[in-house]
C-alpha cells in the first residue's frame, strides 16, 4: 500500500550555502539528540509524528498511565485530567489509573472516547516522602496483577501537573526516562544523585549519565515492572537500615537507569518545572507542574469567591482556580 | 551544546530550591550504620567520560522517526559492548560467495575477524556453490564458520536476486535457533575499521555512499510502476545499499520474504527491477522504516574519495575487474 505520508522539507538539503559533502542538516543542532548508547532524545522538531502514528496505529496498542492524587493534591486532579484528555496521546487508546485515598472529591470529567478513567483507592501516609516513595511499590504490584493484560505501555506521571502541548507517540519505547528540567546543564559531579554509599540508590563519583525526573518515566510494562520492583526494593532496603535517600524514589529511579539505560530520552520539554524560567533551547513546555504554593491557592480562593459572581460561567470554584494557574489560560478577571 | 549563559540563572534558582528540600530530608543523618556498601543487584561498574554536548553537528544524526544514524562520534562503544555482552548475543554474518567470487572470501574474513563484533560472538555463513574452496582462516573465540552450499545461476543478476530467497529460507530453517541478530553484506569488501555492536537494531539499513548527498529526485528508485519495486517520484528517505542491511532474524526473515516474493512476481511479468533486489529493499525500507540506518562510513569504496564528513572508513570495496569476475 503507498505510504500515506509525503516526507517533505526535513529530509531536503537546507538552503543556505551547501557544503559538497554536507548531508541534509538536523533542525536541532544546539541540543543532544541521541545519547551515547543510540537511544532518541525527543526534542521539539527533531521528529515527525505523522509517521510515528502511523507506525504506532497498525499496532493498537494501549497505554496506561498511573497518577496518584492523596490527601490535598486532589484540586490537581481535574486539570490534570482535561489537559491529558485534550493532550496526551489523543486519538490513542489510553486508560488514566487514578490512586486516590478520596475517591468522592474526583470530579466527573467527559473523557474523549478512546480515553477511560479507572478510580483506584489507595491508603495515605503521614509523611509526604512515604506517598511518593510507595508509588513505586503499588506500581509494581498492579502491573502484576492486571495491568499487565490491560495495557502495553505503562507511564507514571505527577498529579500535580499539566499539559499545554501535545504529547504524542514519541514517547513510546521499552524504557522511557525524562531529563530533569533542573538538571540537565549540570556537570555529572553536581547532579542530585544520592551520594552516600550506605544508601541503596547510591551512585558513586564520576559515575552516571543524565538526572532523570521521577515525575515522568514509563515504558513496557514489563521493563516498568522491573523498575518499579527494583526501585522499591532499593526503597525497602534503605528503610530497614534507616536511611531515606536525597531525593527518594527518585535517586533510586536514577540509580536504576544508571544501570539499565533507557532506550529513549525525552527531554526537559515533557516535564518542566514551573519555577524555572524557561531557556531558549526548551522551545515548547509540553507537560508543566502547576504552582503548589497552597497558602497562596487559598488566599486566592477566598479572594475570588468574592468576585464569582462577576465572572463568565465557570463550572466550579476549584477549576477556576486551577485555570488562573495555567498560565496560558486565558480567564476575564 | 547546551546554552552554557543560562546556568547562572539555573542555578540561583536551584540553590533556592534545593535548600528548602535538604531541611526536610536531614533524618537519615541521625540513623547512620556503617555497613559496607554492597552493589547487591548491580554486579559491575563502568567508567567514561560523562554524556555531553553534541561532537557531530554537520551530519544528521537521527531520522524523524527516532531512528539515530551512526556516525562516529556520536555512540560509546564502551556502553554498548557491555549492553550486548550482557544479553549474551551472537550474531550472524551472512556472505555470499558464488562462482568466482569465492576469491573474495579469504580477506573478508581475515578483516572480519580483525574488526568485526571485536569480543562478541559471531557466526560466519558463507553460501557458496563452491564449498571446498572456502578457505581457512585462524578464528578467534567464539567465532565459527558455517558453510551453506546453495545453487548457482548462469546471471549474475540472478545470483544477487536469489540472496533473498536464501536469506529467508535459511532464516526460517536455521539462523533462528543459532543468532540473535542477523548482517548481511556483499562479499567483495573488507573491513578497515570497527564494526561493532553500534549498528545492532530491529532493523537496520546502510545509507548508499553515492547517493547519502544526493537529492530524492537523484535516488534510483525504480520507476516504473509495473514493477513491485516501484517507488512514485515524490515519495522516498533515503536511498539504501543492498550491500550491507540486517536486524533481528524476524525482521530479517520478513525483510528478505517480501523482496523475495516481488521479485518473483516482477519475473511472472517479465520486468527486472534496476537495481535488482536493491530495489526492492528500497521500497521495503520506504514502507517499513529501518531502526536504526548506518552512514556510508560503514560501506565505502575509495573511488569516491575521502570527504570531510566520512571520519573512519570501516567497510570498504575491494578492486574487482567487473568483467572478469562476474557470470564466471
Known sequence: ?333 | MFICDLNQDLNSSHQRYSKAKTLSSGLWKSFLNLKSFLFSYFSFRMIYTKPQILKRSDVLMMTPWFAPIVWEGTYNSEILNEQFRQRNVTVGLTVFAIKKYVVFLKTFLETAETYFMVGHRVNYYIFTDRPEEVPKVALKEGRNVVVLQVQNYPRWQEISMRRMEMLSYFSQQRFINEVSYLVCVDVDMKFNDQVGVEILSDLFGTLHPGFYTAERRSFTYEHRPASQAYVPSDEGDFYYAGGFFGGTVTEVYKLTKKCHEAIMVDKANGIEAIWQEESHLNKYFLYHKPTKILSPEYLWDDNLGRPEILKKRRFLAVPKNHAAIRNK
Request: charged share 25%; aromatic share 14%; hydrophobic share 40%.
Open chain 1, 1 to 333: 500500500l503507498p505510504f500515506p505520508v509525503v516526507l517533505s522539507v526535513l529530509l531536503v538539503k537546507p538552503m543556505f550555502s551547501p557544503r559538497i559533502f554536507s548531508l541534509i542538516s538536523c533542525r536541532r543542532t544546539d541540543v543532544l539528540l541521541v545519547s551515547p548508547w543510540l537511544a532518541p532524545i525527543v526534542w521539539e522538531g527533531t521528529f515527525n509524528r505523522d509517521i510515528l502514528n502511523a507506525q504506532y496505529r497498525q499496532k493498537n496498542f494501549v497505554v496506561g498511565v498511573a497518577t496518584f492524587a492523596v490527601k490535598k493534591y486532589v484540586r490537581f486532579i481535574e486539570g490534570f485530567l482535561g489537559s491529558a484528555n485534550k493532550f496526551f496521546l489523543s486519538g490513542h487508546r489510553v486508560n488514566f489509573y487514578l490512586f486516590t485515598d478520596h475517591p468522592e472529591k474526583v470530579p466527573s470529567i467527559n473523557l474523549a472516547p478512546e480515553k477511560r478513567l479507572f478510580i483506584i483507592p489507595v491508603q495515605n501516609y503521614s509523611r509526604w516522602q512515604d506517598i511518593s516513595m510507595n508509588r513505586m511499590d503499588i506500581i509494581s504490584n498492579h502491573i502484576h496483577s492486571h495491568w499487565r493484560y490491560e495495557v502495553d505501555y505503562l507511564y507514571s506521571m505527577d498529579i500535580d501537573v499539566q499539559m499545554f502541548e501535545h504529547i504524542g507517540v514519541e514517547i513510546i519505547d521499552t524504557l522511557v526516562g525524562t531529563i530533569s528540567s533542573w538538571q540537565y546543564t549540570k556537570p555529572r559531579d553536581s547532579n542530585s544523585y544520592e551520594r552516600h554509599p550506605e544508601s541503596r540508590a547510591a551512585i558513586p563519583h564520576g559515575e552516571g549519565d543524565f538526572y532523570y525526573a521521577a515525575s515522568f518515566y514509563g515504558g513496557s510494562v514489563s521493563e516498568v515492572y522491573k523498575l518499579t520492583t527494583a526501585c522499591f526494593k532499593g526503597v525497602t532496603e534503605d528503610r530497614a537500615n534507616g536511611i531515606e535517600a536525597k531525593w527518594h524514589e527518585e535517586s533510586h529511579l536514577n540509580k536504576y537507569l544508571l544501570y539499565h539505560k533507557p532506550t529513549r530520552l525525552l527531554s526537559p520539554e515533557y516535564y518542566w518545572d514551573e519555577e524555572l524560567i524557561r531557556p531558549r533551547i526548551i522551545r515548547v513546555k509540553r507537560l508543566s507542574s502547576v504552582r503548589k504554593d497552597l497558602q497562596e491557592l487559598e488566599r486566592l480562593t477566598l479572594l475570588l469567591g468574592g468576585l464569582r459572581e462577576l465572572l463568565v460561567p465557570c463550572s466550579s470554584l476549584d477549576s477556576l482556580v486551577s485555570f488562573f494557574f495555567c498560565r496560558e489560560a486565558k480567564c476575564v478577571l
